[in-house]
């Protein structure tokens, strides 16, 4: 429903600029209020999801303002989690502005067509799409907050060892806990990450018995799980953490929009919409 | 008699300067005779912190622009430092400026954080230093003296050290940012100075729970470890230390580098990466500024908490102005009670010269006078001193009034003109 979503969206930007006036500011009333309509948006957004999918049947995960529309909406639900665990002040005004951005930019894209879906939410194993495309979303979200982590991360590192402090210092968390929401998002991101690639080839190998065709999609995400791989293995296994681990996160952020922009230029099978 | 300060402080020289001109207490005690001559250079203290280093001296027959080179020269000579590398950090005050720039030091008003209460430890030490090696004469007693009382003056009647304190206050705030919270996080003390000590009491009141103390005395490490539920650790184990700690404080006397970069690499991989974060209080400097480009090691020196710490000098500004004022009366009391100080030996030392001119010419001509009756002696005895006083009162008026506007040269000249040499020796009247 697109009224619903409109709201949202309205919701959404009441949201993210009282989250950036708070983080200028330093006021926690202005937060409250950017929290306040961050849920009002996030209820009328989960309904319009919802209403999309009963209405069609098919599951609202396919064209392209539609996964925009649902990266916003994980991208909510992975602020909602980070703030409640870590009462981060300083994220909101950096995913929050995103959020409006994409639910934005779906709701001005919403009208297109609508042929492929049928065929998808009929063939083999057709249960295995949705939990594909939502996964790898989730991951996409989630590896999201680790880019954003990072560059708080480095922001200050940067500036400690300068020993120059800017604006942003006395507003950003600590090293120690944007160091670790990145570990943790990238745990999250991860296990999304492989469980989206695990459903996607097995869709594709109870359709037509091909669980990989050398598409450019496939190859770059293959790339990101094993950079995404790497660094979680180094965390654990060498403790690489902090500057290391922050540039590895942007690195592999850049790898993400690549899969999620840049494929479609190079063509092949996960062209879409 | 005059007062000279020639010095630097961390506004004026970096701490590259500073360590090479730092004076270490053994180098005090064997540069202070070399700086008093006892003829124009009467009296001397050198004052030597992380922050600065001045050399304060009581002068005579000497300008103050003369006594200022001079003192230049010592600290170039001693210090092995070229003195046009040296001239432009160098400051120079004299007399009433010279006194209030000892009290404002004193009083913790020219300290890098205004307020902070280690400098007044650190005066009291220096002026022992230049007891001990005889160099504190009549005026820098007094003057010493004065300043203590300034000291505790400002800190009992303005809020100024009230508000958290410089190095470790910074030190907590700084380590909250790399650590988020400092609760369970370990601290090792390299060096048990009486800042280091400091800046540990304030971590372990933000949580800081593991305490390690290195130290060149191992007592003096078991007793600081022990007051603080600690545990001392030997010199060969400082890598080893270095990695089981979060910050380090590093404030040794050493003058080389007591943390390289290899001991931080290794700490680094032996605690798995995790962020270290080092203070280097010493000057000179203890920690290899190398240390510092290691990823995920943040080490601090002396002049990088400087930046950190400006701004908590704007907030105690307003009672730091409080203070002032304090000061100013107490330079203009000082000033006043110098006078007296000078005045009156000095009118002392000239009517003994005047009585024992008198006297010897009396001698001379006594035989002349033949047999006197003991109420004749009496009455030339008074005749003698009449002229004496009608002689000096005039002298003692024009004296008076030379002290009061400050006007040594003159003082000068009537000292020269009646040969007046030493000035009697005053200082054990000073107990305040």
């Known amino acids: 429903m697109k009224t619903l979503l409109l709201v949202a969206l309205s919701a959404y930007i009441v949201a993210a600029i009282h989250a950036v006036l708070s983080f200028i500011n330093r006021r926690r009333a202005l937060e409250r209020v950017a929290h306040a309509a961050l849920a009002v948006g996030f209820g009328f957004h989960t309904t319009a999801l919802a209403v999309d999918w009963l209405r069609d049947r098919i599951y609202p995960l396919f064209h392209r303002s539609e996964t925009l529309s649902f990266l916003g909406w994980a991208l909510v639900l992975f602020y909602a989690f980070v703030f409640r665990r870590y009462r981060t002040h300083a994220l909101g005004s950096f995913m929050l502005p995103l959020v409006a951005l994409l639910v934005l930019a779906a709701s001005v894209m919403q009208a297109d067509g609508r042929a492929m879906p049928q065929l998808l939410a009929t063939g083999e194993a057709a249960w295995l799409f949705p939990i594909h495309t939502t996964s790898l979303f989730l991951a996409y979200a989630a590896f999201f907050v680790v880019f954003i982590a990072s560059v708080m991360y480095l922001l200050q590192e940067r500036e400690l060892k300068l020993k120059h402090f800017g604006m942003v210092f006395h507003r950003l968390p600590s090293l120690a806990t944007v160091d670790e929401i990145s570990a943790v998002a990238t745990s999250i991101g991860f296990t999304c990450l492989t469980l989206g690639i695990i459903a996607g080839m097995s869709w594709s190998f109870a359709r037509d018995g091909r669980a990989w065709r050398n598409d450019p999609k496939e190859v770059l995400t293959a790339l990101t799980w094993l950079l995404y791989l790497l660094l979680l293995g180094q965390r654990y296994a060498a403790g690489w953490r902090g500057r290391r681990a922050a540039w590895i996160g942007l690195a592999g952020f850049t790898l993400v929009l690549c899969t999620f922009f840049g494929a479609r230029l190079m063509g092949g099978y996960h062209v879409f919409g | ?432």
Not at chain 2, 88 to 99: F, I, M, R, T
Not at chain 2, 117 to 143: D, N, S, W
Request: hydrophobic letters at 40%.
């Open chain 2, 1 to 432: 008699m005059s007062i000279v300060l020639v010095g630097l402080n961390h506004r004026t020289a970096p701490v590259e300067m500073r360590e090479r001109l730092a004076f270490s207490e053994e180098a005090c005690a064997q540069s202070l005779p070399r700086l008093v001559d006892g003829e124009t250079i009467r009296e001397g203290l050198i004052f030597s912190t992380c922050n600065r280093v001045e050399v304060l001296t009581a002068t005579e027959r000497l300008t103050a622009s003369d006594a200022a080179s001079r003192i230049g020269d010592f600290l170039s000579q001693t210090r092995n430092v070229s003195p046009d590398l040296l001239r432009p950090h160098l400051y120079v005050h004299a007399d009433e400026q010279a006194v209030r720039h000892v009290f404002r030091v004193a009083c913790s008003l020219d300290s890098m954080v205004v307020g902070e209460p280690q400098i007044l430890g650190q005066v009291r030490r220096a002026y022992a230093l230049a007891v001990e090696a005889g160099t504190a004469g009549r005026v820098l007693h007094r003057l010493l003296h004065h300043a203590f009382h300034t000291a505790k003056r400002v800190r009992t009647e303005t809020g100024i050290g009230a508000a958290a304190i410089s190095i470790s206050y910074t030190a907590v705030e700084l380590g909250r940012k790399i650590f988020g919270s400092l609760a369970h996080r370990a601290v090792l003390l390299i060096g048990a100075g009486e800042m280091a000590e400091l800046a540990l009491r304030h971590l372990v009141k933000a949580g800081a729970s593991r305490i390690l103390v290195a130290n060149r005395t191992v007592q003096r490490a078991q007793q600081l470890a022990a007051q603080f539920g600690g545990e001392a650790i030997a010199d060969e184990r400082l890598t080893e230390a270095l990695s089981q700690a979060d910050v380090v404080i590093c404030s040794t006397g050493a003058e080389r580098y007591v943390v390289t970069p290899e001991m931080a690499h290794q700490a680094k991989a032996l605690r798995r990466n995790q962020p270290l974060f080092i203070i280097d209080i010493s000057v000179p400097r203890n920690v290899d500024p190398r240390v510092g480009e290691l990823d995920d090691v943040f080490l601090f020196d002396i002049d990088d908490l400087e930046a950190v710490i400006e701004s908590n000098i704007r907030e105690r500004e307003r009672e730091a102005q409080r203070a002032e004022l304090i000061v100013d009366a107490e330079v203009m009391r000082f000033q006043q009670r110098l006078r007296d100080l000078d005045f009156g030996p000095t009118v002392g030392a000239l009517k003994q010269r005047l009585i024992e001119m008198a006297r010897e010419e009396y001698q001379k001509r006594r035989a002349r006078l033949g047999q006197l009756t003991p109420e004749q002696e009496k009455a030339v005895e008074a005749l003698l001193m009449a002229t004496v006083n009608k002689i000096s009162h005039p002298i003692i008026h024009r004296l008076r009034r030379s002290y009061e506007t400050g006007d040594h040269d003159n003082v000068q000249a009537w000292r020269d003109v009646f040969g007046l040499e030493d000035e009697p020796e005053l200082g054990k009247e000073f107990d305040e």
